[in-house]
T-cell receptor
Framework: GAVVSQHPSWVICKSGTSVKIECRSL??????MFWYRQFPKQSLMLMAT?????????EQGVEKDKFLINHASLTLSTLTVTSAHPEDSSFYIC?????????????FGPGTRLLVL | KQEVTQIPAALSVPEGENLVLNCSFT??????LQWFRQDPGKGLTSLLL?????REQTSGRLNASLDKSSGRSTLYIAASQPGDSATYLC???????????FGTGTQLKVEL
């Protein structure tokens, strides 16, 4: 099956620091990965679409200079939360898009919980 | 803009009961619809994927139906078990880059 991993699984940092989260597709290649954010008791909100070898596409209201996305290879996308603040504390989940003959779907990573103090 | 709503927001049932979770979406021009399960503090597990041309999909005790014209989907869980306790999310793919729009979720608790 298709497995997506995220690292770290959780991180606590001081306000003002930057945090990098990695998303890897372990047994398949993904030209497109997605980054979601989930606040407590809320659903997932798409932040950006990460395309290998090109700039990410951000959803309305998401600051591209604050949430830096790099998709340097077909198996790795990174999300860097720059100058993190307490309001950035959230659960960040990535997914990798797979286009199979029968259907297209996304496989999700286990998520990264970020707490900014 | 696609909006996805799920009702109820929370549900508590005794073990063994059959139950139905509802999902509605405002834009019927969808590519597919997917049901996920999320355990507390965890990522998502895909349960069922229904293409826009399909009416339903089944996997074990789960059955998902899709009525695209009315913008509705239901997830039927038969003979519920405590291990089914989780938050269930539906998500629609409206095309245009395979972006998923998630519903608000239904938090299910199956009690012994």
């Amino acid at each position: 099956g298709a497995v997506v991993s995220q690292h770290p699984s959780w991180v606590i940092c001081k306000s003002g620091t930057s945090v990098k989260i990695e998303c890897r597709s372990l047994d398949f290649q993904a030209t497109t990965m997605f980054w979601y954010r989930q606040f407590p008791k809320q659903s997932l909100m798409l932040m950006a679409t990460s395309n290998e070898g090109s700039k990410a596409t951000y959803e309305q209201g998401v600051e591209k200079d604050k949430f830096l996305i790099n998709h340097a290879s077909l198996t790795l996308s990174t999300l860097t939360v720059t100058s993190a603040h307490p309001e950035d504390s959230s659960f960040y989940i990535c997914s990798a898009h797979v286009n199979r003959r029968s259907h297209e779907t996304q496989y999700f990573g286990p998520g990264t919980r970020l707490l900014v103090l | 803009k696609q909006e996805v709503t799920q009702i109820p927001a929370a549900l508590s049932v005794p073990e063994g009961e059959n139950l139905v979770l509802n999902c509605s979406f405002t834009d019927s021009a969808i590519y597919n619809l997917q049901w996920f399960r999320q355990d507390p503090g965890k990522g998502l597990t895909s349960l069922l994927l229904i293409q826009s041309s399909q009416r339903e999909q089944t996997s074990g005790r789960l059955n998902a139906s899709l009525d695209k014209s009315s913008g509705r989907s239901t997830l039927y869980i038969a003979a519920s078990q405590p291990g089914d306790s989780a938050t269930y999310l539906c998500a629609v793919n409206t095309g245009g880059g395979n972006k998923l729009t998630f519903g608000t979720g239904t938090q299910l608790k199956v009690e012994l």
